[in-house]
Nanobody, 128 residues
Framework: QVQLVESGGGLVQAGGSLRLSCAFS????????MGWFRQTPDKEREFVAV????????YYGDSVKGRFTISRDNAKNAVYLQMNSLKPEDTALYRC?????????????????????WGQGTQVTVSS
């Protein structure tokens, strides 16, 4: 059984940065495509970013493109989300997700149904 544990969230001022981490365990990490989503009580789960099994391919949601960077370290079984130039509208619960398979990442990964496992999330709050 795959387990995903996020960390790194917190309170930050607008314009600041945070780096989220997601620790993966239970299966072979390099066999999974990894994504980040975010959600708030009044919105549906929103796609943030996805990275291929080897880290060579990424895809981002329009609202974070140019500000966020997804990366992974297969030796450490971890995926990261570097968030820069944060805005109050980035406030959300950020969750990582794993999709079994060595896929080419594209717009097909923006749907939550594409993922097999989910973490509980880490809260990010951006103050204005």
């Amino acid at each position: 059984q795959v387990q995903l544990v996020e960390s790194g969230g917190g309170l930050v001022q607008a314009g600041g940065s945070l780096r989220l981490s997601c620790a993966f365990s239970g299966r072979t990490f390099s066999s999974y495509t990894m994504g980040w989503f975010r959600q708030t009580p009044d919105k549906e789960r929103e796609f943030v970013a996805v990275i291929s099994f080897g880290g060579g391919s990424t895809y981002y949601g329009d609202s974070v493109k140019g500000r966020f960077t997804i990366s992974r370290d297969n030796a450490k079984n971890a995926v990261y989300l570097q968030m820069n130039s944060l805005k109050p509208e980035d406030t959300a619960l950020y969750r990582c997700a794993a999709s079994y398979g060595r896929w080419t990442v594209d717009a097909g990964f923006i749907t939550p149904a594409r993922y097999d496992y989910w973490g509980q999330g880490t809260q990010v709050t951006v103050s204005s």
